[in-house]
Antibody, heavy 119, light 108 residues
Framework: QVQLVQSGAEVKKPGASVKVSCKAS????????MHWVRQAPGQGLEWMGI????????SYAQKFQGRVTMTRDTSTSTVYMELSSLRSEDTAVYYC????????????WGQGTMVTVSS | QSALTQPASVSGSPGQSITISCTGT?????????VSWYQQHPGKAPKLMIY???KRPSGVSNRFSGSKSGNTASLTISGLQAEDEADYYC????????FGTGTKVTVL
């Protein structure tokens, strides 16, 4: 079945970086975009950016420009999201979400990865 | 880019219909028929309920329907059931993606 499996929870200190992985299975990896969305505790959803696994092109939300990097490994059908210069406000659950090429929506979601930033 | 505006909470009794609004601007909701809606139960990942304003993905109950008028999109849940109690988020394409503030639906 189609699924996205993310890496486990992380605890980081302020100023550090975190890299979260999202492994896709059950479909053709390069046929769908992948988005990253985060949710701070008790807060709403926030779109971070998109990667095209086919060519690796990316587009990031203005808020995260310069701090986020999305990459992919087609050999393992895995996408990565790295966020640098972490601060306490980055404490959140980070989700990868699949984006069909002919829809503007997120049809399959990973289980989420909790990232805690604390000194 | 500001979040789309949703009511903080909406409630209804089993069997009733409720509607959740999602108000944006002429730069997002008003410009594109690309609003999607997500249901999120506590501690779970969001689930796609409606895309492109009014289309339901396979497997989503036809009790869920979407519409749009001007800068406001709406999600209607008919025949409210206990399992519908969750948070709901709208999302619009605007050259990038912007989510709504979220609405907690309570089944009385």
């Amino acid at each position: 079945q189609v699924q996205l499996v993310q890496s486990g929870a992380e605890v980081k200190k302020p100023g550090a970086s975190v890299k979260v992985s999202c492994k896709a299975s059950g479909y053709t990896f390069t046929s769908y975009y992948m988005h990253w969305v985060r949710q701070a505790p008790g807060q709403g959803l926030e779109w971070m950016g998109i990667i095209n696994p086919s060519g690796g092109s990316t587009s990031y939300a203005q808020k995260f420009q310069g701090r986020v990097t999305m990459t992919r490994d087609t050999s393992t059908s895995t996408v990565y999201m790295e966020l640098s210069s972490l601060r306490s406000e980055d404490t959140a659950v980070y989700y990868c979400a699949r984006g069909p090429r002919n829809w503007d929506a997120f049809d399959i979601w990973g289980q989420g990865t909790m990232v805690t930033v604390s000194s | 880019q500001s979040a789309l505006t949703q009511p903080a909470s909406v409630s209804g009794s089993p069997g009733q219909s409720i509607t959740i609004s999602c108000t944006g601007t002429s730069s997002d909701v008003g410009s594109y028929n690309l609003v999607s809606w997500y249901q999120q139960h506590p501690g779970k990942a969001p689930k796609l309920m409606i895309y492109e304003g009014s289309k339901r993905p396979s497997g989503v109950s036809n009790r869920f329907s979407g519409s749009k008028s001007g800068n406001t999109a709406s999600l209607t849940i008919s025949g409210l059931q206990a399992e519908d109690e969750a948070d709901y988020y709208c999302c619009s394409y605007a050259g990038f993606y912007v989510f709504g503030t979220g609405t907690k639906v309570t089944v009385l």
